[in-house]
């Protein structure tokens, strides 16, 4: 990239920002699986996901300043997944840091040992494939709306329609009524346990 001209360096860059925001907006949950260390543009990757589990041994690093770069194309997500104090310190010292720190930083979710990673991740896809597809799909736009937004009428109102919409949605009514029934919706029927 250092050979590029400048047009050069802005088709790359956007490929890159269009590929984080196709998985940052997907309607299915993403669940990145961090088997290994994670610099740079790979924590961008990371930081578009809706969730996170790395094994005790990564670490992490934002290294783009110490190459005379800054992580611009990765910083929404990023930001929004560390939190702006924690992203101040990695951002401007490119220090590393290690998968403890990652979770207490709240960029991982989970950190766990290479042994127990396949099984960890095997959970999270069989609470996610329990739920409803639709309110999942759903939820995940309801996080995109309402994170960070002010708290005022126009927040509540959206939310309170969401509500509202979803309680009328077939999955919302199959839900409550298998809930009140004490049976399996029919989402579940298919899926193993």
């Known amino acids: 990239m250092a050979d590029y001209t400048h047009a050069e360096n802005l088709a790359d860059a ?7 925001r196709v998985i940052f907006t997907c309607p299915k949950p993403t669940v990145a699986r961090i088997q290994g260390d994670v610099y740079a543009g790979g924590m961008g990757l990371v930081a578009a996901c809706d969730m996170a589990v790395s094994v005790e041994a990564a670490n992490f690093c934002l290294s783009e300043v110490k190459l005379g770069l800054y992580p611009a194309t990765i910083s929404p997500y990023v930001i929004r997944a560390m939190g702006a ?4 310190r990695y951002f401007l010292t490119a220090e590393r840091f290690d998968a403890a720190q990652a979770l207490r930083i709240g960029f991982v979710h ?7 990673l396949d099984a960890t991740l095997a959970e999270i896809t069989q609470a996610l494939v329990s739920a409803s597809p639709n309110a999942v799909k759903e939820c995940k736009t309801l996080l995109h709306d309402v994170a960070g937004k002010n708290i005022d009428a ?5 939310t309170v329609q969401g509500i509202a919409s979803i309680r009328a949605s077939a999955d919302g009514k199959e839900g409550v009524q298998s809930f009140l ?7 579940m029927e298919d899926v193993p346990r």
Do not use: D, F, G, N
Request: glycine residues 0%; positive net charge; aromatic residues 4%.
């Open 85 to 88: 104090r924690a992203a101040h």
């Open 181 to 187: 029934q004490k049976r399996k919706p029919a989402w």
């Open 110 to 116: 989970a950190v766990v040992s290479a042994e127990q």
């Open 154 to 158: 126009t927040l509540i109102a959206h």
């Open 14 to 20: 956007a490929q890159l920002a269009e590929m984080l």
